[in-house]
């Protein structure tokens, strides 16, 4: 049976390309676009994590440009992950701490002017102080998604987010400390909250597979979202790297993580992949892999997808529980 391609909602770069690179162009963004194509992928948020001002003012602009090509994967809209996530070790993950700010109105003003109003998911952290404020901004005046990442809120908080109009929750699972209460922590209310989508990243490495069946059971088939989640160093040859002032080694599985460390550093694996890992653990069928892998995540952004528009579809077949490309 033929598919349609797959939709993911944060990519941080591909093969070199970082979307928070200071020297990002509108050609890299093709390019990207272009490849991630070839890997099934037919449309895309691109995503900025924590990085400098100067950065959101140069690369919103050239990522909004770039969504009127025509070559590759769409570019769906811009998801910006921080800046206002929670500093504390452990939940902040691989974002530089010199770049996390408290949320401010002000602030994503500006990253609206800088992107023409292309910001289709903002990540925060909801237990920063003016988040719930910034939340309640962002859903009144803005065409953006409110997504809850990184962050160390408790149940009040987190519902209080979801009451203002949070929709859904990024890498559900990740941006956590290693030191959680086994009770009370950010997880269990995210997954019992039946109103947010999640973000999970199936690809093997940042979930044991009975967590992915657990989530899914908590979520369902129709609030659970794939993401790849990828960063720069995707598509690369396995070796050490610095990745935003962090020595980290790209395993030749596609494991990355510090050097000296076993802690994760981003994901390497592609959108199909981490389907193809999904599809491999026997909770979903294809109907239910293909709603968390293209239905929902265009259903959360509120965007169409002409697939007449995409050049050179990949024909992508699903043939004994696995996705792959028919040539």
């Known amino acids: 049976m033929s598919i349609p391609g797959f939709i993911d909602l944060q990519i941080n770069g591909f093969k ?20 991630l194509l070839k890997q099934g992928t037919v449309g895309y948020c691109p995503t900025i994590i924590s990085s400098s001002l100067d950065i959101y003012k140069h690369n919103l602009p050239i990522i909004s440009k770039a969504m009127s090509s025509e070559k590759g994967a769409k570019i769906l809209g811009i998801h910006i992950e921080g800046p206002f996530l929670n500093p504390e070790n452990g939940f902040r993950g691989i974002h530089p701490k010199k770049n996390i700010i408290p949320p401010s109105i002000k602030i994503f003003k500006r990253f609206q002017k800088w992107s023409n109003d292309n910001i289709s998911i903002l990540t925060l952290a909801p237990d920063r102080p003016g988040a719930l404020k910034l939340i309640d901004y962002v859903v009144s005046h803005a065409n953006t998604v409110i997504s ?79 993401t790849s989640d990828v960063v720069h160093l995707a598509g690369m040859r396995p070796g050490n790297y610095v990745f935003k002032d962090t020595k980290v080694v790209l395993e030749s599985s596609g494991y990355l993580h510090r050097k000296g460390a076993t802690q994760l550093a981003g994901s390497t694996s592609t959108f199909m992949d981490c389907m193809n890992h999904l599809a491999s653990i026997g909770e979903l069928e294809l109907e239910g892999l293909m709603k968390v892998g293209y239905e929902n995540p265009l259903k959360l952004s509120g965007k169409d997808l002409d697939m007449e528009i995409i050049e050179e579809i990949p024909n992508i077949v699903f043939k004994n529980n696995q996705f792959r490309f028919k040539y």
């Open 16 to 35: 070199g390309i970082d979307f928070s690179g200071k020297n990002l162009t509108v050609d890299d963004i093709i390019q990207v676009s272009i490849e």
């Open 148 to 226: 809850l990442g990184h962050h160390n809120a408790n149940r009040e908080t987190i519902k209080k987010a979801v009451d203002l109009g949070a929709k859904a929750a990024t890498h559900v699972g990740n941006g956590l400390s290693k030191t959680i209460h086994r009770f009370n922590n950010p997880l269990w209310p995210i997954l019992a909250e039946d109103r947010l989508f999640g973000f999970f990243i199936t690809d093997g490495f940042h979930f044991p597979d009975d967590m992915i069946k657990i989530c899914i059971r908590a979520k369902g088939v129709s609030r659970f979202i794939v």
